[in-house]
Structures are given as C-alpha cells and as structure tokens.
C-alpha cells in the first residue's frame, strides 16, 4: 500500500565517464547520508553511439558498486532504432540520445512511480530533454551540474548574454571579455565552446537547458564555497538569472571516485613502479577520457618529458580518428624514447587508474586538462597542477585554478595550438622543482584542508545533503 511504499530518487546520467561517475557517486552519498531512500540509476543504451566506445573501465566500475551497494539498483533503458548520426559531435550526440529516449524514460518513470514513491529525479544537463518528460508527469527535477560553479555561472547567464549581444561569440575579437557575474572577465575565445556559435544546435540545446535549470528544483553541484566562493555567491545571488528565478542550489563536493585499490595480482602495474618510486618525485599527465593529441604534439612532449630529467607517468593515446585503439608507442613516441627514459619513466597505453595514482605519495605533480573530476581529484590528493585545457569549459577551469586558486601553472600554447617540447619541459621543471612550484604546492595544500573539511561530519557537503533530502521530504508527488 501507498504508505508502506519505497521512497525512490531517481538518477538520469549521460554517459561520458566523467559524468556517468559523477552521478553514481552521488547516488552513493544519497543511500549513505538518507539510508531511507533507494536510488535507482537509469542507464542509457550506448551501444549504437560510435563515440561511446563501451569503456571496460566504467562496465567494471557499475559492476562494482551494484555487487557492494543493494540499495542503488541500475535500470538499463532499452535500445533506440534512431540513430546517432556518426557525424555528431560528442556534444551534439551527448544531448541527442537522451532525446531519443524520451519514449523510454516516461515508461521507465511511470514503471518506478506505480510501484514506489518517486521523490526526486535528478538529470545531467546533457539529459535535458527529460525535463519535459517529468514536468509532464509532475516529477520534481534536480540538475546535477558536474563541472565547475564558474562554468555553472556561465551556463545560467547565457540566455542574459544571448540577449545581450547581436552575433556569436565566435565571431567577437577573440581577446574581448565577456562579463559575467562572480567571474573574472573572460576572454571570448576561453568560453565553454557549445556557447559560441548561435548557429549551431548545442547551441539551442544550451540556451533550453539554462531556462530549464532555472526552473527546476535545484541545482546539484560537485564542488564547495571555499573553492569557489565568488562564483556560487553571484548564482544564490541570483546574478547569473537576472530576469528570473534561481533554484536553491546544493554543493556537495568535492565527491570523486572511491578508490579500488587491489592489492598484488590485481594491481596496475604502474601502481606497482609508482611503489619504487620516491616520495612526490613522478609526475603524472593524463587529459581525461577524451583528450587525445596529434601525432606531432606527442613526440613534442615525450621530449619536453625526456629534458626536463623528471620522474613521469604517462597515458598515451592514440591521435584522433583512432583515439579508442590501442596506441603503437614504437610508431608514436620518438626513437628510443622508452629505452633513454626506462629509469625514470612509466608510460600506460589509454587508460590508467587515475584516481588510485593521484592520491600516490610518489605523485608529485599533475598535468591535467582540467576536466573538473580530474581537478577534484588533484585537488583532494594535495597536488599542484600545470593547466593544459583542451575541449568543453576546460579554458574557463583554467582561469579559475591559476589566476584565482594560484594551484596551478598554465602552459603556453603557441599561434597553432601547439605546445612545443620546451614549453612543457619548463612547466614541468617549474612544477616540480622550482620556487614557483613551492608556492603552489602550498596554496593546493591548503585547498586540499579545506576539501577534507568540507566533506566531513558537519561540513559544507554535509548540510548540503541534509537540505536536499529536507527538500524531498517536503514534497508531495
Ligand atoms: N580517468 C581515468 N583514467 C584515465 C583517464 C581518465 O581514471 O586514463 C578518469 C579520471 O580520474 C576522471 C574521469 O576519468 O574521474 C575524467 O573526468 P574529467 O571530468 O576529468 O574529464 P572528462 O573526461 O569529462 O573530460
């Protein structure tokens, strides 16, 4: 009967890693911090999405925490017969397959609310098309946005700038700031790129998706005040939506992965060389689960790398169209590269266990591409950082992690994007082995406090949670 009835909170990710992840854990605090609740995960079908290629690393990961944690169950929607054209942008197919499955997701909701107290359904913003699918159904909806507050801030204000301005962004002086509340003034050219061309359909989806997060519920965020205090200020404020509502909004970071440290057999190996390694001596470059280089920027860092005479770790992935096959390092690297560098250096072909390494004591530095889970989890292991951005609002991160935060160091990119062995080789020096470096190391030390407090008993995450689950309790569906 009704009352007896489970009280359910459903989770609608999209799949790219950084985000499906993101949303798990959350799910992971929800059943923690409000044992009363179950999560049920909606899981879209990728299998026909090229750009999707079934990551083992994220199948292995559900697997996990569906064998540990029996009240989050994973509800995989069926296959669509639409395709995603193989043409889309990771973006244009990160919005148009959750619209595909509009059909689905209603049954799967209305399926959940016969047979339990659906209290809340919390969607990725690349899932924004089932806002409408729940307003229809009169579900209350939650954004959970997984990048920074800054880029957030951006995000709401874009329907304000929108009006604001007569032509894309793309098409301004590249050096013109943009205004936009809480934030330092951005240059146009480091705007989140789905943001700079009206022409284009993410655009649109962009422009729905900021009306739509200012009329839901609440905003759900990965990240905490004193990170990023002048940003989440101006959107409580209500700044960044100057002609309309702003929902409450809930930061309940930094959450990152939980680590799956295997003991022995199971181990990566280069956990196992990180082991030999001395303490903060090895830094580590990894640019996320789809920061690929060309042939050309590869061979540039591999001898930025062999100069700078420092310890490395480094996933190496194929060049673009190739970037989800396997990389022939013989082909990619410079001749010779691994055997000069054998003593000091550890390269992993794809994927590495990152979080396990960031939070290493042999890890002493970090070049990110500062994607905002990658930058969490630097931030968390007390690491500084050399700010490489490369797609989606990495450039806007950068701001905020060098000029702002000061625990990061940017790299230079010359006129062609590229960055040249010798840039990378100083930043790397700077990083590890310099006085610059020293004061970084410190400022992250201290954000690294400041996390730990957040997340503890009583911290900023904390209360965030209790004012959600209040929020649930509160509404009647
Ligand atoms: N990641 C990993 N191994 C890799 C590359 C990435 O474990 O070789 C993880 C990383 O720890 C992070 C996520 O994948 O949790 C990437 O998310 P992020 O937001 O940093 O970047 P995105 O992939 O969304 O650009």
Redo the contacts with the bound molecule.
């Keep these: 009967d009704a009352v007896n009835m489970e009280e359910v909170i459903v989770l609608y990710p999209s799949p790219?890693?950084?985000?499906l992840?993101?949303m798990v854990e959350l799910g992971k605090l929800i059943v923690k911090h409000h044992p009363s609740f179950s999560v049920t995960i909606l899981i879209l079908d990728t299998a026909s999405v090229a750009q999707y290629a079934a990551s083992s690393?994220t199948a292995q990961y559900i697997a996990a925490v569906n064998a540990t944690t029996p009240s989050i169950t994973f509800h995989r929607l069926p296959p669509v017969y639409d395709v995603v054209p193989s043409s889309a942008s990771p973006a244009e197919s990160g919005y148009l397959l959750p619209r595909l499955n509009n059909p689905n997701l209603h049954q799967a909701l209305q399926t959940i609310s016969h047979t339990s107290k659906l209290k809340a359904f919390i969607i990725d913003f690349f899932c924004d098309a089932a806002f409408q699918v729940a307003a229809n159904l009169s579900i209350p909806t939650y954004y959970f946005y997984?990048?920074s507050g800054s880029s957030l801030a951006a995000f709401l204000y874009l329907p304000t700038l929108h009006k604001s301005l007569d032509k894309s962004l793309k098409d301004l002086d590249d050096h013109l700031l943009v205004d936009i509340p809480g934030l330092p003034p951005v240059p146009a050219s480091d705007m989140m790129k789905g943001m700079s061309d009206r022409s284009a359909k993410v655009y649109e989806n962009f422009l729905n998706t900021a009306t739509h997060m200012a009329n839901s519920n609440g905003l759900i965020v990965n990240t905490f005040d004193m990170l990023e205090r002048k940003a989440l200020g101006a959107i409580r404020d209500g700044l960044c939506v100057p002609d309309g509502p702003t929902p409450p909004i809930f930061c309940i970071g930094p959450s990152?992965?939980s680590s799956n440290i295997q003991d022995g057999e199971n181990q990566h190996e280069c956990l196992s060389w990180l082991n030999l390694q001395p303490s903060q001596s090895v830094v580590f470059l990894?640019?996320?689960?789809?920061?690929s280089f060309s042939a050309k920027q590869l061979q540039e860092i591999a001898v930025g790398l062999e100069n700078s005479g420092q310890r490395f770790l480094w996933?190496v992935r194929n060049p673009p169209p190739d970037d989800n096959k396997e990389p022939n390092l013989d082909v990619l690297l410079p001749n010779g590269f691994l055997e000069r560098t054998a003593e000091r250096g550890f390269v992993?072909k794809?994927?590495?266990?990152?979080?396990e390494i960031?939070s290493h004591g042999s890890v002493g530095g970090f070049v990110?591409?500062c994607?905002?889970?990658?930058?969490l989890?630097a931030l968390c292991g007390g690491l500084p950082m050399v700010a490489w951005p490369l797609?989606?609002e990495?450039r806007m991160n950068r701001a905020g992690l060098v000029k702002e935060l000061k625990v990061a160091l940017a790299v230079t990119e010359s006129e062609d994007g590229l960055v040249s062995a010798a840039e990378l080789e100083k930043r790397v020096r700077e990083l590890m082995v310099s006085e610059a470096g020293k004061e970084v190391r410190e400022k992250v030390s201290a954000m690294r406090d400041a996390a730990m407090a957040a997340v503890e008993e009583g911290g900023s995450a904390h209360v965030a949670l209790d004012k959600l689950a209040e929020s649930w309790v509160t509404t009647t569906c």
């Design positions: 790219f890693r950084g985000h992840i993101a690393a997984t990048s990152i992965s990894c640019f996320g689960s789809m920061g996933v992993v794809q994927w590495a266990p990152q979080v960031l990110t591409h994607g905002w889970n990658s930058v989890e797609y989606s990495q």
